[in-house]
């Protein structure tokens, strides 16, 4: 789905600079963190991705406020999705190139205390589409905010697994079109 949307008005330098003083801030935070008493505060974690392309990510999050209702974490996360569905079905099209996104935010747990829970992530994040791209039909870089939805089951005390379907808002950086792009993970976190 494309929509095309007016410019924003921030330039690229103007653009790397936000961000890089956004990835400050949230570092600053997750290293900085007192512990909270009950339970895992770190966390590291990988998934599958799925959409635009398949691919693999690995996250690192810092647990910053926690009761017996909710969890809150601050994340980062990084993603490639190197292989396109044309790897494993051809249909005719063109072979997308790959996708390397970061994404920073927040998660939420409802319930942190059951073994299952509901999650949401909120954030924001940057990806770099090559060659010929799925969804956003052209290569470039694009600016994002991403809103998820999943569940998790814990495996073990530490270790939790689950899906998640994420939508993001992304702005291309050069011609500030703006795209709604799908994307599908399976999580696997370990905390401690």
């Not at 790397?16 to 590291?44: P, Q, Y």
């Not at 290569?139 to 905010?145: N, T």
Request: net charge negative; aromatic share 10%; glycine share 12%.
């Amino acid at each position: 789905m494309r929509v095309i949307g007016k410019r924003l008005g921030a330039s690229c330098p103007e653009s790397w600079r936000i961000g890089a003083g956004l990835a400050s801030v949230v570092l600053v935070l997750m290293t900085g963190c007192k512990g909270l008493e009950g339970g895992e505060n770190l966390s590291v974690g990988a998934s599958f991705s799925a959409l635009p392309n398949i691919g693999l990510s690995l996250s690192a999050g810092q647990v910053f406020d926690r009761d017996a209702e909710r969890t809150w974490a601050f994340e980062l996360e990084g993603t490639h999705q190197p292989w396109d569905d044309e790897d494993l079905s051809d249909d005719g099209n063109p072979h997308a190139g790959t996708i390397t996104q970061i994404q920073m935010g927040v998660k939420r747990m409802s319930d942190p205390l059951d073994s299952r829970h509901w999650t949401q992530r909120y954030g924001v994040g940057w990806f770099r589409a090559r060659g010929e791209p799925n969804i956003v039909q052209e290569a470039g870089d694009y600016e994002v905010l991403y809103a998820g939805w999943g569940f998790e089951t814990h495996l073990s005390k530490s270790v939790t697994m689950g899906p998640e379907f994420s939508l993001m808002l992304a702005v291309q950086e050069k011609t500030r079109d703006v795209y709604v792009v799908p994307q599908f993970n399976w999580h696997i976190s370990w905390g401690f």
